[in-house]
């Protein structure tokens, strides 16, 4: 049996450094356990009397997109443990302390659309709300060029193994290149570009039809932390980049494989009559454009022409070619 | 001070500030106003370039 100096050097069991405490993702870290907010205490009552008088339709077009919330909401909570892994084998402190803090506002994330769809809505149960899913093989573009794939449900759960495959291997390079390939696809794209239209669809709904407080209270809390996860994993990879510049193809090559779902307005986020989709298409670009400055990395612009074309658009129901 | 651009298709304002407080509210009355949109306090901040002596 060794001595405690042999079996690892008492100077190394510390974490916390000058550079590290003055450092930005140190700060993410202090403001997401300054902001927090807890869902439990939020009143649903006029959002469960707003829910009465709203038609059938208006209904229906909110809850295509809540349920999609929060079943994604819960994906990545569970999805989220090969960053911690790979941060721990990168030996960043720093960034293990802010996933902590990630990983449970996740989790927070799904009690709130869980509580508000159990006291506004009346379902808890997992058979209640899969009857409201819109189903993503009916968004198709008629053209046939460009396909919408499922990049929450099979692309996060695919890079995240490769991830922990990596961490296992030991090998440093291995981690850190799936690690911006996972941090691509969930902070910078997922949570960063695809999404983003949806919280403004909510927001602006609920302000329209003058309904839906808690809903969009809901919404404004998450996005707050959402800007802490999006620039968490741009700056991360940032860094990964700037040690090596052949990481900025894996980021492009992870956009690219889900690029079909970012050049039209998918099923979910057509549901709500009487709105502007242009204005949430043409904001992907300003997103995307935000993601490629915080990488420090080109944006690819063929990517911003297809956003903006008007002549590619998606149809719901109806079969391609 | 820092300087913030605007990265919506076809727009071309920024705007600089001393104060990071400042920068966030001018950044978020910008494109509330002109796009009708939400720009997040942590992404203005990320964006934001630190302008050196002389540069301002």
Redesign the interface.
């Given at each position: 049996m060794g001595t405690f100096a042999e079996i690892r050097p008492v100077e190394s069991r510390f974490r916390f450094t000058r550079e590290l405490m003055a450092g930005s993702i140190y700060r993410?870290y202090e403001k997401a356990t300054r902001k927090f907010w807890d869902p439990k205490e939020f009143d649903y009552a006029e959002d469960a009397r707003d829910w009465k008088r709203l038609t059938d339709s208006q209904r229906e077009g909110i809850l295509t997109i809540t349920v999609r919330f929060e079943a994604g909401e819960q994906e990545v909570t569970d999805e989220l443990l090969p960053t911690i892994a790979a941060a721990h084998a990168l030996g960043r402190f720093d960034w293990v302390m802010f996933l902590s803090t990630f990983m449970l506002e996740e989790a927070r994330h799904s009690e709130f659309f869980a509580l508000w769809h159990d006291r506004v809505v009346g379902i808890l149960e997992p058979a209640e709300k899969a009857a409201h899913w819109p189903l993503r093989d009916h968004t198709v573009d008629p053209s046939g060029r460009f396909q919408v794939g499922e990049p929450v449900y099979e692309g996060i759960p695919k890079y995240g193994k490769k991830l922990m495959d990596a961490v296992h291997s030991g090998d440093e390079a291995a981690i850190e290149g799936a690690f911006v390939q996972f941090v691509t696809l969930y902070n910078a794209w997922v949570e960063g570009v695809l999404t983003m239209p949806s919280?403004?669809i909510v927001?602006?709904t609920t302000e329209m039809w003058d309904a839906l407080p808690t809903l969009r209270l809901g919404f404004r809390s998450i996005?707050?932390d959402?800007?802490?996860h999006?620039?968490f994993g741009?700056?991360a990879c940032r860094l990964l980049i700037e040690k090596n510049p052949a990481y900025e193809a894996l980021v492009h090559a992870v956009v690219d494989e889900y690029r079909g779902n970012a050049v039209g307005m998918l099923e979910y986020q057509r549901n709500v009559p009487g709105l502007d989709l242009d204005?949430y298409q043409?904001?992907k670009?300003?997103h995307y454009?935000?993601r490629c400055?915080?990488l420090g990395i080109t944006p690819d612009q063929t990517l911003?022409d297809q956003i903006?074309d008007p002549t590619i658009d998606f149809v719901v129901g109806v079969e391609a070619g | 001070m820092k300087r913030w651009e605007?990265?919506?298709?076809g727009?071309v304002f920024s705007v600089t500030k001393a104060s990071d407080e400042d920068l966030v509210a001018a950044a978020q009355a910008h494109v509330r106003e002109s796009?009708?949109?939400?720009e997040?306090?942590?992404?203005i901040?990320?964006?934001a370039k630190e302008l050196g002596d002389g540069s301002h």
């Open positions: 993410k919280y403004e927001v602006d996005l707050g959402e800007g802490r999006i620039t741009t700056e204005k043409r904001q670009v300003r454009r935000n400055r915080e911003i903006l | 605007c990265l919506e298709a727009c796009h009708g949109s939400i997040l306090e942590e992404v901040l990320a964006g």
